[in-house]
């Protein structure tokens, strides 16, 4: 069975860019949960969607947004990018009824 | 505080030793319990899996969890080089979305 996949794995922006991310999960999942992690904060709960529907979200500011698609595949964009939302962005997709999550490899953004 | 607190390391042992990795947390209402290992560059892989209070093995890996004093712990038996990673706990409620520790790193020397 396939795991979950992101693309692209690094990339680099400039501040007041924007960048979109992408994931597809497992085969038969239906909840994506997007998480950024960085040294000093760790693991950091973005938002989730299951069946299309943004399930949960955390605490970060409008610029963050993310959508999933009928083939529970999900984006997540960025837009007027600042200097500390370079981290490693992770996907996470699961049955969405339990908390067992499965993570992509991640994506690597740095804004210069 | 923190929902999850978790020593960040490292933590230094070698090669055969018992490890013991644990994390705090402080909301009641928190009934899965998970494990996660994350190597270098990679995703975290997720290890072991609990749900309520009791013990779970899984070969060299057991979880324990006592909700009564909200403590997690991860014992690796006959730690191995490959076991060096960071290691993650992670608690979830109703709403199914783990809160993680910030790690601990764990180097297991030959």
């Known amino acids: 069975k396939a795991g979950v996949t992101q693309t692209p794995r690094y990339l680099i922006k400039t501040r007041g860019q924007q960048v979109t991310l992408s994931c597809s999960p497992i085969?038969?999942?239906?909840?994506v949960s997007w998480y950024q992690q960085t040294p000093g904060q760790g693991l950091q709960f973005l938002f989730e969607?299951?069946?299309?529907?943004?399930?949960n979200k955390g605490n970060f500011p409008g610029r963050f947004s993310g959508r999933q698609f009928s083939n529970s595949r999900s984006e997540m964009n960025v837009s007027t990018l600042e200097l500390g939302d370079s981290a490693l962005y992770l996907c996470a997709s699961s049955q969405g009824n339990t908390g067992e999550l499965f993570f992509g490899e991640g994506s690597r953004l740095t804004v210069l | 505080q923190k929902e999850v607190e978790q020593d960040p390391g490292p933590l230094s042992v070698p090669e055969g030793a018992i490890v013991s990795l644990n994390c705090t947390y402080s909301?009641?209402?928190?009934?899965?319990f998970m494990w996660y290992r994350q190597y270098s560059r990679k995703g975290p892989e997720l290890l072991m899996y609990t749900y309520s209070s009791g013990n779970k093995e899984d070969g060299r890996f057991t979880a324990q969890v006592d909700k009564s004093s909200k403590y997690i712990s991860l014992f690796i038996r006959d730690s191995q080089p490959s076991d060096s990673a960071t290691y993650l706990c992670?608690?979830?409620?109703?709403?199914?979305?783990?809160?993680f520790g910030r790690g601990t790193s764990l180097i297991v020397h030959p």
């Open positions: 085969s038969g999942h239906r909840s």
């Open positions: 969607y299951f069946s299309e529907t943004q399930r």
């Open positions: 909301n009641s209402a928190f009934q899965y």
């Open positions: 992670a608690t979830a409620g109703g709403s199914y979305i783990p809160t």
